[in-house]
């Protein structure tokens, strides 16, 4: 599959980079052809944690969706009954975002989301916290799920021990103003167990590779809005030529390995005591 090189639809300096929301103007194609899916024996975990909170779910809210490859997936595990809405606020994610199997969007930010208290059985994110103020989210949540109901959060996280994700890592660092290769290393379990109104806090873990070509790893690179930053910083001809240099060192057959580990942690909103 070829990518869509255009750099100068990367996102310029100004409102689109002074608004968070907006990160990502300018590559949702290559982030819709280009991310990964999750593992589905993550997303099999994920339907039988809200299964067991919430018998019959009516509700699941995908907050900051994007082009909608989280909120497809939770139609595809959960079947064709509940109601799949996926919240994003960035105007070229919700345009690209397709709704095949019955799926809706809404825009929204995560800390604001317009649906009734104790209305959903599950509130996901999924490669989106980190762009949220996650104490407020987290409250917003709780007010959101019925009891039983579950909070995920769920990453592709890039797999670090990886030699070829070290260098992609550095490349990174060294082109794209603050960016830090642990900007998801917290702790989700310790911030949801401390949060009021969730119980059960559990991570799950799962490492898995994907196959790409140099075309498509070049593709999902330039999805990325720290990508776009460093592009802005250097050229994207020169970036692309770096990147494409790197996958050819590693990767000579041809067959880019791309490590990943997902995780996923998952938490329970507290049923209602019994009066007396």
């Known amino acids: 599959m070829s990518i869509r090189p255009e750099p100068e639809r990367f996102p310029p300096e100004g409102d689109s980079l002074n608004d968070r ?3 990502f103007a300018g590559l949702t194609e290559n982030y819709r052809a280009h ?4 593992p589905s024996k993550a997303l099999d975990v994920l339907r ?5 909170g919430v018998a019959d779910p009516r509700l699941l809210l995908d907050v900051g969706s994007g082009t909608g490859i989280s909120t497809r997936a939770l139609r595809a595990v959960f079947g064709p009954d509940p109601r799949v809405v996926g919240v994003e606020p960035g105007h070229d ?5 397709t709704d ?18 104790a209305s959903a059985a599950l509130v996901l994110t999924a490669q989106a916290v ?13 007010r959101l799920l019925e009891p039983g109901g579950t909070l995920a959060v769920l990453n592709n996280d890039r797999d670090l021990r990886s030699a070829f994700v070290d260098e992609y890592e550095t490349l990174l660092e060294r082109y794209s103003p603050g960016y830090d290769r642990h900007y998801r290393s917290y702790d989700l379990v310790g911030e949801l167990s401390a949060v009021e ?3 059960g806090a559990v991570e799950h873990t799962l490492d898995w590779t994907r196959e790409l070509t140099p ?11 720290r990508v776009a930053a460093a592009a802005r910083e250097v050229g994207a001809e020169r970036l692309r030529t770096e990147l494409r240099a790197m996958a050819a060192h590693h990767f000579p057959d041809g067959r880019v390995l791309f490590p990943y580990t997902t995780r996923m942690v998952l938490a329970r909103r507290v049923r209602a005591h019994r009066a007396g």
């Open 21 to 23: 929301t907006q990160a």
């Open 35 to 38: 991310r990964p899916d999750y």
């Open 48 to 52: 039988d944690h809200v299964l067991d």
């Open 93 to 97: 994610m919700r345009a690209t975002a």
């Open 100 to 117: 095949e199997g019955g799926v809706e969007y809404v825009d929204a930010r995560a800390e604001e989301i317009p649906f009734s208290d």
């Open 130 to 142: 980190h762009w949220f103020d996650r104490p407020a989210f987290f409250a917003e949540a709780v």
């Open 197 to 199: 109104g969730l119980t």
């Open 215 to 225: 075309d498509g790893h070049l593709g999902m690179a330039m999805s990325s809005s």
